[in-house]
């Protein structure tokens, strides 16, 4: 007679609905201890953006109608608190159900979300943002479009024409206090436009663009730079940006080493650059440092950065998604992680957990688990 255990049967469904993984070969993940390894945040999240308010972290992240999740330290536990917009975007485009690579921030006591709209590997693409007064669920407005490429308003002008409308990132200027909307992926790279108070395009059909990144040596669908950001420590503002493929790795297969998503920067002390990396190369004519890539053979393909700055004594936080060696490489399997930052010489340079001797994979393996778990499902 056969005994089913629910906890068994639980924990070998979870076990075997896991990404099979292959680290035979060595030339894929990366094993350079250049990079530390990631402080774990527990949750799991593509293209995370990170707001803190009232003592509290609040992680937004793509998904149907934008949910977001609150804790009280990096670390989690996180709890859902619900979504962004109530229903479908009410952009008229592919996939408007599951809004890309939100970007939150609070401005003149207001909170905004600006997020994107688009099918994977097209240029039909638009950014569209929604405002609340509270953050809370049920509370925001969905404004729709603020830019387009591909088809819709005002998408036939510089610089929506040349590029692809997704990955927004907003930055103030804490010199002057203008507001700006970074955005852009693979096609010509990425752009900045500044904003009104309202935060929406200063002057729509002069949009007065600055070209930021680009690779212009090669072609549109091999120009692998996105998921901008800007982040400012005196005297140097900096340009963060994502180079090389981000996912999809089960069905496009891995990259060289290398071609990964990594953590690219230059820095400039210009609001609107021109940004130099390390080695003095134009943003622009495919420079961009790595901050950080894959390490240690468990880091891989890290990517969809942030910056949250410190206040008082403490440090800077750089946070991002990566996939985990251990547990998998779907889209799914994305998890958030961070590191503090410090500089040297004015690169900000990622800071080693405390743990750092400490490896990210499981003390025991997945096979090992699925095993017990079998064990405890079948018992006669």
């Given at each position: 007679m056969?005994?089913?255990?629910l906890?068994?049967?639980?924990?070998?469904?979870?076990?075997t609905?896991a990404t099979?993984?292959?680290?035979?070969?060595?030339?894929?993940?990366?094993?350079?201890?250049?990079?530390p390894l990631?402080n774990?945040?527990n949750?799991?999240?593509h293209?995370?953006?990170?707001?803190?308010?009232?003592?509290?972290?609040?992680l937004?992240?793509?998904?149907?109608?934008?949910?977001?999740?609150s804790?009280?330290?990096?670390?989690?536990?996180?709890?859902?608190?619900?979504?962004?917009l109530n229903?479908?975007?009410?952009?008229?485009?592919?996939?408007?159900q599951?809004p890309?690579a939100?970007?939150?921030?609070r401005?003149?006591?207001k909170?905004?979300?600006?997020?994107?709209v688009?099918?994977?590997?097209?240029?039909?693409?638009s950014?569209?943002?929604?405002s609340?007064e509270?953050?809370?669920?049920?509370?925001?407005?969905?404004?729709?479009?603020?830019i387009n490429?591909?088809?819709?308003?005002?998408?036939?002008?510089?610089?929506?024409?040349?590029?692809?409308a997704?990955?927004?990132?907003?930055?103030?200027?804490p010199?002057?206090?203008?507001?700006?909307?970074?955005?852009?992926?693979?096609?010509h790279?990425?752009?900045?436009?500044?904003?009104?108070?309202?935060?929406?395009?200063?002057?729509?059909?002069?949009?007065g663009?600055?070209?930021?990144?680009?690779?212009?040596?090669?072609?549109?669908?091999?120009?692998?730079?996105?998921?901008?950001?800007?982040?400012?420590?005196?005297?140097?503002?900096?340009?963060?940006f994502s180079?090389g493929?981000?996912?999809?790795?089960?069905?496009?297969g891995?990259?060289?080493e290398g071609?990964?998503?990594?953590?690219?920067?230059?820095?400039?002390?210009n609001?609107?650059?021109?940004?130099?990396?390390r080695?003095?190369?134009?943003l622009?004519?495919?420079?961009?440092?790595?901050?950080?890539?894959s390490?240690?053979?468990e880091v891989?393909?890290p990517?969809?950065?942030?910056?949250?700055?410190?206040?008082g004594?403490?440090?800077?936080?750089?946070y991002?998604?990566y996939?985990?060696?251990?547990?998998?490489?779907?889209?799914?399997?994305?998890?958030?992680?961070?590191n503090y930052?410090?500089?040297?010489?004015?690169?900000?340079?990622?800071?080693a957990p405390?743990?750092?001797?400490?490896?990210?994979?499981?003390?025991v393996?997945?096979q090992?688990?699925a095993l017990l778990?079998?064990i405890?499902f079948?018992?006669v």
């Amino acid at each position: 007679m056969v005994r089913l255990s629910l906890v068994g049967l639980v924990l070998w469904l979870y076990l075997t609905a896991a990404t099979p993984i292959d680290t035979s070969d060595t030339s894929i993940f990366s094993n350079t201890e250049e990079y530390p390894l990631a402080n774990q945040a527990n949750v799991t999240t593509h293209d995370p953006n990170i707001l803190h308010h009232n003592n509290k972290y609040y992680l937004f992240r793509g998904g149907v109608n934008i949910p977001f999740f609150s804790a009280e330290k990096l670390t989690g536990p996180w709890d859902r608190v619900g979504t962004v917009l109530n229903e479908t975007s009410i952009i008229q485009k592919e996939v408007r159900q599951r809004p890309w690579a939100p970007m939150v921030t609070r401005w003149n006591d207001k909170f905004y979300c600006f997020y994107s709209v688009s099918a994977s590997g097209t240029r039909d693409s638009s950014i569209g943002l929604a405002s609340s007064e509270s953050i809370e669920p049920g509370t925001w407005t969905d404004h729709g479009a603020v830019i387009n490429s591909g088809n819709g308003s005002l998408a036939n002008i510089y610089p929506y024409n040349v590029s692809n409308a997704i990955d927004p990132a907003f930055f103030e200027d804490p010199k002057s206090g203008q507001p700006y909307l970074l955005y852009g992926s693979y096609w010509h790279g990425i752009f900045q436009i500044p904003l009104n108070d309202n935060l929406t395009v200063e002057n729509p059909r002069h949009p007065g663009a600055t070209h930021l990144v680009d690779l212009p040596d090669v072609n549109a669908e091999r120009r692998l730079n996105e998921g901008s950001y800007m982040s400012y420590r005196a005297p140097w503002y900096y340009s963060w940006f994502s180079y090389g493929q981000c996912c999809q790795f089960s069905t496009m297969g891995f990259p060289e080493e290398g071609e990964e998503y990594s953590i690219r920067i230059g820095r400039s002390k210009n609001v609107t650059g021109p940004f130099l990396d390390r080695n003095g190369t134009d943003l622009r004519q495919g420079g961009g440092s790595v901050v950080y890539g894959s390490n240690h053979q468990e880091v891989y393909a890290p990517g969809g950065p942030g910056v949250l700055e410190g206040s008082g004594d403490e440090p800077d936080v750089l946070y991002y998604h990566y996939l985990n060696t251990s547990i998998g490489f779907a889209h799914k399997d994305a998890r958030l992680g961070w590191n503090y930052l410090d500089y040297v010489d004015g690169w900000p340079v990622p800071r080693a957990p405390e743990s750092s001797g400490l490896s990210l994979r499981p003390a025991v393996s997945l096979q090992i688990l699925a095993l017990l778990g079998l064990i405890f499902f079948f018992t006669v």
